[in-house]
Every structure is written in C-alpha cells, then in structure tokens.
Nanobody, 123 residues
Framework: HVQLVESGGGSVQAGGSLKLTCVTSSSVYCVGWFRHPPGKREMREAV?????????FYAASVKGRFTVSRDNAKNTLYLQMNSLKPEDTAVYYC???????????????????WGQGTQVTVS
C-alpha cells in the first residue's frame, strides 16, 4: 500500500502563490492533485496529473496558473500554484495510480492511493 503525505497548504491573498509537496512511500506511476472545495458534495475535482515520463495534464480552471512536477528520485510530487483566486480555496489531495495511461483522464476514481489532504485558503 502506497502512503502519501502532503504539505505546503496555507492561507494566501488573491493573486498570491503557494507550493504544495507530496511525498510517496514508494515509486508510483501516474500521480496527481485533486481538490474538494468547501460546501460541495463529496467529490474531488481534478487539478493536474503527471506521468513517469513527465507528461502533464491540467484541468481547464487551472491551466496557465498551476504547474505540476515530480522528482522520481525523491518520490516527490509538487504543485506550484500562481495567481491564486478565491475559487481555488479547497482541501488539496495528492493521489497515486498504478499505471500511466490513466493520467489524461483526470478522474479521481482511477486513483486508489490518497494522501490526507492539505487546506488551501485564498481570500
């Protein structure tokens, strides 16, 4: 079972930046970030995913503002978030999948391994 631990969340003003980090307990294939905005039904929406070859995939709402990256040698995933908006407020989760081909789908149901989440608040 893969364990994932996120860090880097916090509060920031609109237009600001934050960088999230996720460390995995072992090497993984497709990994990504999802988020659960406040007041929404229990559904995690996709933010970005990245495969082992560095191929990246983004939700339309964050494209051009967020950058996902990974360091395979360190089993670490990153999410650089710039030009943050109040609607980016959410609990952010990192997730790991068993194969690369599911990365472009940006579907939370494809990911069996999840971190505990980190809060991001933009005001």
């Amino acid at each position: 079972h893969v364990q994932l631990v996120e860090s880097g969340g916090g509060s920031v003003q609109a237009g600001g930046s934050l960088k999230l980090t996720c460390v995995t307990s072992s090497s993984v294939y497709c990994v990504g970030w999802f988020r659960h905005p406040p007041g929404k039904r229990e559904m995690r929406e996709a933010v970005a995913t990245i495969d082992t070859d560095g191929g990246t995939f983004y939700a339309a709402s964050v494209k051009g503002r967020f950058t996902v990256s990974r360091d395979n040698a360190k089993n670490t995933l990153y999410l650089q978030m710039n030009s943050l908006k109040p609607e980016d407020t959410a609990v952010y989760y990192c997730a790991a999948g068993s194969v690369n081909w599911l990365c472009p789908r940006l579907l939370s149901k494809d990911f069996p391994h999840w971190g505990q989440g980190t809060q991001v608040t933009v005001s």
